[in-house]
């Protein structure tokens, strides 16, 4: 898969797979919705601020960092799979500029958020490195 | 989602998603198939067995063996979204009653396996706890 092909597969991927390290160095892994624009990808946490959903990946990442995002594609014809993933660096986009255009990004690929806008903070992952098979 | 719906969606899904933590403590993640028994659930190493893409996988869970397999499913009704997670040890099934078993579970979920046996080793996950949404 060349790096074109890559891209458009990640870009218009409706879920991705998020997996974050915790503080104990356990895996840990949900799925959540994203758009990306040049080398950074946004993530909006569906839950409230204060939920524990929401907490559990931002405790994580203000610990470490390193995630890594995961889309791929499943077939019952195994030639037909692919994946893309991409490892970098997670923040907060707390910038209220960033994460406005952010919101922007995410309620163009997802109508759901332009209803009923995500209550918490934006996650922002600067790529590190893309990996894609085949 | 009541236990026996997570046991029955996990099991039928026909793709999973693992991460797994580098001696680093970097997250590394994978699109898997996998098959569950008890509270156990054997995954087939597809690539060959000195493969980079075997070996990390194998690497990692001998650094660290927490690790966590994902389903999900997307559908743009968000009413309907949902996912199961378990959290688990990994090892390597190098007992090889333990492996034909699992083998066997396998190629009774994914005929595939039938006609092209997983060159690898099974990975064994050995389930510490289940979590669900919603």
Known sequence: MDAGTARRRLSSARVGHLATVTATNRAHLVPCCFAIEGETIYSAIDAKPKSTLALRRLQNIRSNPAVSLLVDHYDENWDSLWWVRVDG??????????????????????????????????????????????
Chains 1, 2 share one sequence.
Not at 101 to 119: D, F, I
């Open 89 to 134: 660096i997670a923040r907060t986009a707390d910038d209220a500029v960033e994460r406005g255009r952010a919101m922007g990004l995410l309620a163009a690929k997802y109508e759901q958020y332009v209803a009923m806008p995500p209550p918490g903070p934006v996650l922002a992952i600067d790529i590190g490195c893309w990996r894609m098979w085949p």
